[in-house]
């Protein structure tokens, strides 16, 4: 597999990419800000080999902040289908957002993990993996703080405090896909949807979002590979994703995070 | 207490003896001041500042409120060459002169003539002899007089002296008090300069302020920087290692022991066993290593996000408390209503008191509101300011104003600090409601 490697920091860029090697994966390139793995996907995809996977690290030059993350989400954006995996030291559900929000969302793999998960090897590279393969893995810490968020937002549907009345902005430049969520209703309807679920279906989809395999899934909630496909075609049902629907795992977790993040 | 009473007492008579003396010395040097006044006048536009000042600092040292009109800290010459161009200076320093001359020349009659008067009554009975013959006359005024050659005759006219003397001490003591009253009368800035001191001090202050946030905040953003950059990437880079070291020995692991064929034989040898005891205690090792290095990252992580959440600067308020919404420890709903442009205008102070505030206001909720409660953050910005409210249908019962509620108070003052106000309703059994309001910026902060 042949991957993109974005960090500023030599000692973890230089590690990880040791780390990848030992495994077996090629690094066709090492870069140590925003705008150099822009132009060196621009470049691989010009030579007509783009890489399988970008790997980046939120915080970069140029500005010290979130230039990954934009980065990121620009490539995804002009090159649709392309797998990025972004890491981060935050448990930030509106980066997750904004990295899972572009318009043609479901087409490409997307992960976005803790900087520490890569200490799992065998995690990290099963995420990789599949990433590549056009799944998408969210960090187990993160989706746990999603579904508490998310139990906010079920609260609010049973009516104990009314939600106030008007549109819901966000307060900066790429507002757009927080203000839908109110705004176009979308997140409602998703969390509609959601709120369908049993609690049992609520913690397969999450695991479903952490990358997990059905049978891995069985295996960690002590079930039968039985039991979680039963889940899981009930998960589709209840989320109006037919069988002709391409690659429903994926979609189906996309509303999931959608609703929550 | 007596001994006290005694010292205030003798202080009062001190001050009393003090300011006599004072108004004699005036009247003592009432003849010279006027023979020296024509070269005095001639060069008015020092001596009047620098008699002015005399004058203060001899009421000054009498206890009166007399400050000196140079300010402080300056070159004592420059003011005074350019003291007669300022206002003070026929304001307070012209009329403390005259005034002070007017009362030197009272001085000069009273000390003079009542002196005079006094010492004759005093001395004329001692000297009251047959061949030196003493005559009180009233007769301009009564018609009455009276010869007197022996002190017997005119002893009474000791008492007489000594009253006299008491009344012309009275008289200038009086004096000495009114001169003291008109020093420190005319040594006072007036209050438009006064008003104009306390502006400059006001502005310098809220200038201080303003720097001081600013540290902070600078202070806030490299500590939040130095964490991100060292502890926090030296802990990954750690785990990292581990994470292939445990990949490393669990290929040993796979790998046959030497002594594989014996081990199919049946007969496992001592070495084959401990070897493999050994290489599952060492990948026990590192996973426990690897835990111990992700709970760091974690709770690095939260420290990070106390000092100054990423999300708060990189996304601005809105996102970050939708953002705080997952982290509280009670469900919590966010609703922000506002324009777009409102919503970027909040500055940087605002936000970062506003987050903070919010966060600790669920914290407490979650602390006291019970453990079913739950909480709703409304956040409405309008050109104007902000509303953000903090609301949870808890147990109620917060006082902001009993001894033990801190949290409340400080933050209060926080809000405070951006020129916000924090309005607290809390019924016993009926919620708590916490009203935050703040301007966009903070006054100290406007141009």
């Known amino acids: 597999m042949r991957i993109v490697l974005a ?105 976005y993990l803790l900087k520490e998960r890569v200490g799992r090897v065998s995690d990290f590279l099963h995420s990789l993996d599949v ?78 979002a952490e990358g997990l395999s059905n049978s891995q899934v069985a295996e960690r909630l002590v079930v039968s590979d039985g039991a979680v496909a039963k889940h899981v075609a009930s998960i589709f049902a209840k989320l109006d994703l037919p069988p002709e629907e391409g690659n429903r795992r994926v979609r189906a977790v996309l509303t999931w995070l959608r609703a929550r993040a | 207490m007596p001994v006290q009473a005694d010292a205030g007492r003798a202080h009062r008579w001190g001050r009393r003896g003090m300011l006599v003396l004072i108004e004699l010395l005036h009247a003592v040097a009432f003849l010279p001041l006027v023979v020296a006044a024509i070269p005095l006048l001639l060069a008015f536009h020092l001596t009047l500042p620098l008699l002015a000042e005399a004058s203060r600092g001899l009421a000054r040292f009498t206890g009166a409120d007399a400050p000196s009109a140079a300010p402080p800290g300056k070159r004592r010459w420059a003011w005074l060459w350019g003291r007669v161009v300022q206002a003070d200076f026929w304001k307070q320093d012209v009329p403390l002169v005259l005034g002070g001359a007017v009362f030197s020349v009272i001085d000069f009659f009273v000390a003079g003539v009542g002196g005079i008067v006094v010492g004759i009554l005093a001395v004329g009975p001692f000297i009251a002899s047959p061949e030196q013959p003493l005559e009180v006359s009233l007769r301009d005024l009564v018609g009455w007089s009276y010869t007197a050659t022996s002190f017997g005759q005119v002893w009474w006219l000791e008492p007489i002296a000594l009253a006299g003397l008491i009344v012309l001490l009275g008289l200038l003591l009086a004096m000495g008090h009114l001169r003291c009253r008109m020093t420190a009368a005319l040594s006072r800035p007036d209050a438009e300069a006064r008003l104009a001191a306390l502006t400059a001090e006001v502005g310098h202050l809220a200038s201080g302020r303003a720097t001081l946030v600013d540290a902070f905040d600078a202070e806030r953003a490299r500590i939040e920087r130095e964490l991100h950059d060292g502890a926090q990437q030296r802990l ?38 401990r070897r493999a005891e050994s290489l599952a205690a060492l990948r026990a090792q590192v996973r426990s290593a690897q835990e111990e290095v992700e709970a760091s990252l974690r709770s690095l992580r939260e420290t990070v996000h106390g000092i100054r959440p990423a999300i708060l600067t990189e996304r601005g ?47 407490n909720a979650a602390k006291y509101a019970g ?48 020129g916000g106000r924090l309005l607290i309703d809390s019924p016993p059994g009926g919620g708590t409601r916490l009203t935050l309001t703040a301007p966009l910026t903070p006054p100290w902060a406007r141009e």
Do not use: C, K, W
């Not at chain 1, 140029?62 to 995804?76: E, F, S």
């Not at chain 1, 508490?148 to 549109?167: D, H, T, Y």
């Open chain 1, 7 to 111: 960090d500023d920091a030599a000692l973890l860029r230089e590690g990880l990419a040791g780390l990848l090697a030992a495994a077996g994966y090629e690094v066709v390139a090492q870069v140590a800000d925003a705008d150099a793995l822009r132009e060196e996907v621009e470049r691989l995809a010009m030579a007509g080999a783009p890489p399988d996977v970008v790997v980046t690290d939120v915080r970069m030059p140029p500005t010290g902040t979130d230039d990954g993350l934009r980065a990121a989400i620009d490539l995804r954006a002009a090159y649709p289908g392309l797998p990025v995996v972004v890491l981060s030291a935050y448990v930030a559900g509106p980066y997750l957002r904004e990295l899972l929000d572009g318009p043609d969302a479901g087409a490409g793999g997307a992960g």
């Open chain 1, 131 to 208: 990433v590549a393969a056009g799944g998408v893995v969210v960090d187990p810490e993160v989706l746990a703080r999603l579904m508490r968020a998310g139990s906010s937002s079920n609260f609010a549907g049973r009516g104990g405090l009314e939600p106030a009345q008007g549109a819901t902005h966000a307060a900066d430049g790429r507002r757009a896909g927080l203000a839908d969520r109110a705004d176009g209703g979308g997140r409602d309807v998703e969390g509609t949807a959601l709120a369908r679920l049993t609690p049992r279906e609520q913690e397969v989809l999450a695991l479903m």
């Open chain 2, 236 to 273: 990954v880079a750690a785990a990292m290692h581990l994470g292939t070291a445990e990949l490393h020995a669990g290929r040993l692991a796979e790998i046959d022991p030497p002594g594989g064929r014996e081990a199919d034989a049946g007969v496992i040898p001592d070495s084959a066993a």
């Open chain 2, 317 to 363: 308020l809105a996102p970050a408390l939708q953002d705080l919404a997952g982290r509280a420890p009670l469900p919590t709903i966010v609703t922000v209503s506002g324009e777009d442009d409102d919503l970027g205008a909040v500055t940087s102070p605002v936000t970062t008191t506003v987050y903070f505030a919010v966060a600790e206001a669920l914290t």
């Open chain 2, 371 to 418: 453990p079913t409660a739950r909480a709703r953050v409304e956040m409405s910005v309008t050109a104007g300011g902000l509303t953000v409210i903090v609301g949870d249908d808890g147990a109620g019962g917060a006082d902001p104003h009993s001894p033990g509620a801190t949290g409340l108070a400080g933050m209060t003052q926080r809000v405070e600090s951006i």
